[in-house]
C-alpha cells in the first residue's frame, strides 16, 4: 500500500477549506462536511497502513490528525468564522483586543446583574433564551460580513463579542446545572 499522499493530492499545509473541498465561505452544509471528514479519515486512517514501513504509518496519523484538526474548526461556527478572519487577515486577537461597543457592554452587565439576581430556573431560563437569540443574530452578522459583504475586520469584532456570548451562556447552562441537582 502507498503512503497517504498517493491517495490525497494536497499537503498537510493547505488551509482547512482546500483540505476538504470546500468553498472558504462561513455558510457551509454540515451534511457535506460531516460525510467529507469521514471520506478524509477512510482514505488516511492509520489502520489502512498497518501493514507498511513505519515512515507510512507515520505519514498516515499526521494526517489522521491535521483532517481532525481542521473538522473541529470548521464544524464549529465560532470557531469557523475565527479561521476565516485569520485567513483573510483580521486575526482575532482575542487575548489582546477586548474594546467593544459601549451598547454590547451595557448589555452584558445586563445579562451579568440578572444572572445575578437569578433565583430559580425559569429566571434562568429566560436568560438563555436571550443569549441564544443574541448568538444567532451575531452569528448572522458575522455571515453576512464574512460571505457577503467580505468585511473580516467587522466579522472578527462580531466573533470577539460572540465569545463573550457564549462564555456568558456557559455560565447560565452552569447555573441551571446548579439548580437542577
Not at 65 to 87: D, F, G, S, T
Not at 98 to 118: C, K, N
Not at 119 to 136: K, N, Y
Amino acid at each position: 500500500m502507498s503512503e497517504p499522499q498517493a491517495t490525497l493530492p494536497l499537503n498537510l499545509q493547505s488551509n482547512d477549506f482546500v483540505l476538504f473541498g470546500l468553498p472558504e465561505r462561513f455558510e457551509q452544509d454540515r451534511a457535506a462536511l460531516d460525510q467529507r471528514w469521514k471520506d478524509l479519515q477512510r482514505q488516511v486512517h492509520p489502520d489502512r497502513f498497518a501493514a507498511d514501513a513505519a515512515t507510512a504509518q507515520r505519514v498516515a496519523m499526521q494526517w489522521s490528525v491535521r483532517i481532525n484538526e481542521a473538522y473541529q474548526r470548521l464544524k464549529n461556527p465560532l470557531k469557523r468564522a475565527a479561521y476565516l478572519c485569520e485567513l483573510r487577515g483580521a486575526p482575532i486577537q482575542a487575548e489582546n483586543n477586548t474594546a467593544m461597543p459601549a451598547a454590547f457592554l451595557m448589555q452584558q452587565m445586563e445579562w451579568r446583574e440578572a444572572l445575578d439576581e437569578a433565583s430559580s430556573s425559569a429566571d434562568l431560563e429566560a436568560l438563555q433564551a436571550q443569549t441564544r437569540a443574541s448568538g444567532q443574530a451575531m452569528t448572522a452578522q458575522i455571515a453576512q460580513a464574512l460571505d457577503i459583504d467580505n468585511d473580516a475586520l467587522r466579522a472578527a469584532q462580531g466573533v470577539r463579542a460572540l465569545m463573550f456570548v457564549e462564555r456568558f451562556a456557559s455560565e447560565v447552562e452552569a447555573r441551571l446545572d446548579q439548580l437542577g441537582q
